[in-house]
């Protein structure tokens, strides 16, 4: 087994770790979803949107986890 | 009020109460030692994890103040589900580390391992202060989300029996809380989250159906805020706003005491993050009870004559209850209160636990008696735990509270000053502790200023940059200001040579230890 800070730097699959700032950045840039339209059964899209990132961030969250949770 | 309203509200009230002080048998331990009182003996699993820092992360300000803002201002409101989902990647990624060097030199708050770290009482000690300053005004939050749904119970607004409910809410928090520490709020929590999800489904699917759908909701509802004012050529508008109140209260949860406190209590590092895949389902609570505050502004409640004197008192804050009185018969209205009140009573307990844990290991362990018992430790965290809920009712008694959120919000731009130290020092050594501590004073002087310039009333500080004004969250600015001042102290210290401490820690302690 490898450890996790051996001389030779991280593991690569902590790269997956990027996958956690997919969220992050795709819920704080404004100009991509401050708009009414499309709606979602009448919801404007600045809305569901936001509320479409909380499961999909569950899911980076999730391979992040099988990923490197023998790292960890 | 209805008397249905007020049984069931008192049933479920007396029911969690008793649960309470039963939770002090519940996987028990020698509560006389703070590790078991405080962090319930680094025992939870992944579900008493996940329920107790759900517990701790929503809150009266998921019920009452994001809805209240949302009712008032608009989409500026919705900024807390972006906050939510930002925080959890944070999380994940940074507090495991935390958790290994807590428990390696069994470090119980933030401010011990800050005092390892860094070799610094007083960069211990201004953590510690911080921690316990910044929790007082979220727990006001709480108290404040209590007495809004308490007085709608129908007990009078004004003279002393205005408080009495309150006083007896408040008494039993403290009275189960000293008894069973940490173990009462995980308990409970599950109790809680039951009453909110069945609330909370049921009003994002009745009312819209009330109300014609959500499609009718939003046309009700006036365009301006709907949407976030586009910036202009002289201004930003509500764009950096809203993300830097996103960005800085994720950045300022995951520092507050008693976030720590839920990190610390879990039995392993893998419980947390897969918490962390797990806990955004508060979020979709928090996003739909966010819209509440557009079905409030829909229906009007504002409007509704019975409702107006409640209004004058508690302002915006008072959508959600009145939009519950308005949509549900009695019965569930009290369910819905109960589940606002429960949820505010829980977070309050673990703030309080948390800062009571600060207080003790901290500041009274580090100054006041070096050479105290594990016994006596243990009591003077009880004891910590009411001295801070008083202040928080001093924060509610001095503060405007025209948006609630405006509590949670100034704890924020404290709270987040410690993060430099905290979480920068779980990656390096490479920050001077004299510059950590200076870095902290600039941070936490102008943050404060801010928020004083603002009258209280607000933390979205107009700041003028390249001809260009740009609202941002004062917790953001002043932590930038923060990094700044220690980045810069720092080549200057070591340049003169002043002493660093020593380094209690060394790099293996930050994670698993596995065979080379």
């Known amino acids: 087994m490898t450890t996790r800070h051996s001389s030779s730097g991280i593991h690569p699959r902590l790269w997956w770790r990027l996958l956690l700032l997919v969220p992050i950045v795709a819920t704080l840039w404004v100009p991509w979803y401050n708009h009414r339209e499309p709606t979602f059964i009448g919801i404007p899209f600045l809305y569901w949107y936001l509320l479409l990132w909380v499961p999909l961030s569950s899911v980076c969250s999730a391979v992040v986890y099988f990923k490197t949770r023998d790292l960890a | 009020m209805q008397w249905s309203t007020l049984i069931v509200f008192l049933v479920l009230f007396v029911f969690v109460t008793a649960l309470g002080f039963i939770a002090a048998h519940w996987r028990k331990g020698d509560l006389n030692q703070l590790h078991e009182w405080g962090l319930g003996g680094r025992r939870f699993g992944t579900l008493v994890t996940w329920f107790l820092m759900g517990g701790d992360l929503y809150t009266a300000y998921t019920f009452i103040a994001v809805p209240a803002l949302v009712f008032g201002a608009g989409a500026i409101g919705f900024f807390a589900v972006p906050y939510t989902i930002v925080a959890y990647p944070i999380v994940f990624a940074v507090l495991p580390r935390l958790w290994y060097v807590a428990h390696k030199h069994n470090y119980v708050t933030g401010a011990d391992f800050v005092r390892g770290r860094y070799d610094s009482p007083l960069l211990a000690l201004l953590v510690a202060l911080t921690g316990i300053l910044a929790t007082m005004p979220y727990i006001a939050l709480q108290l404040v989300g209590m007495e809004v749904v308490i007085s709608a119970l129908g007990f009078p ?3 002393w029996a205005a408080d009495l409910p309150l006083l007896v809410a408040f008494v039993i928090l403290a009275a189960f809380t000293y008894t069973s520490g940490l173990r ?24 819209p159906m009330q109300l014609g759908g959500f499609g009718k909701i939003f046309a009700a509802v006036p365009p301006a805020k709907v949407l976030l004012a586009v910036p202009t050529g002289q201004s930003l508008g509500m764009y950096s706003a809203f993300a830097t109140l996103a960005l800085g209260s994720a950045l300022a949860l995951f520092v507050y005491p008693h976030v720590l406190t839920g990190v610390l209590a879990a039995k392993n590092p893998r419980t947390l993050t897969r918490n962390m895949a797990f806990l955004p389902a508060y979020s979709l609570v928090l996003g739909l009870l966010a819209l509440l505050g557009f079905m409030a502004l829909a229906v009007g409640v504002d409007k509704v004559p019975q409702y107006a004197p409640f209004f004058k008192q508690y302002a915006n804050n008072f959508a959600v209850p009145a939009l519950l009185m308005h949509s549900f018969p009695g019965w569930f209205v009290g369910v819905g209160f109960a589940a606002i009140v429960i949820g505010a009573l829980v977070p309050a307990a673990i703030m309080s636990i948390a800062a009571s844990n600060l207080w003790t290991r901290s500041i009274y362990r580090a100054y006041i008696n070096p050479s105290c018992t594990e016994a006596q430790e243990a009591s003077q965290a009880k004891l910590a735990s009411l001295v801070v809920k ?11 509270a025209t948006y609630a ?3 949670q919000l100034l704890g924020g731009i404290w709270i987040i000053q410690i993060l430099p130290a905290l979480v920068f020092g779980l990656y390096t050594r490479w920050f001077h502790r004299y510059a950590l501590a200076l870095g902290w004073l600039g941070g936490m002087g102008v943050g404060t200023l801010i928020a004083a310039h603002l009258k209280f009333a607000s933390s979205i500080y107009p700041l003028h940059a390249f001809g260009y004004a740009i609202p941002g969250y004062a917790a953001l600015y002043s932590l930038i200001l923060n990094i700044a001042i220690a980045v810069v102290l720092t080549v200057v210290l070591r340049l003169l040579g002043v002493a660093g401490g020593q380094d209690q820690t060394v790099p293996g302690d930050y994670h698993a230890t596995r065979p080379a």
């Open chain 2, 390 to 400: 008083f202040g928080a009712l001093v924060f509610v008694l001095i503060m405007p």
């Open chain 2, 157 to 159: 607004m004004s003279g």
């Open chain 2, 405 to 407: 959120i405006q509590f």
């Open chain 2, 184 to 207: 009462a709020p995980a308990l409970i929590a599950i109790v809680k989250d039951s009453l909110v999800y069945i609330t909370v489904i049921a009003a994002v699917v009745i009312i």
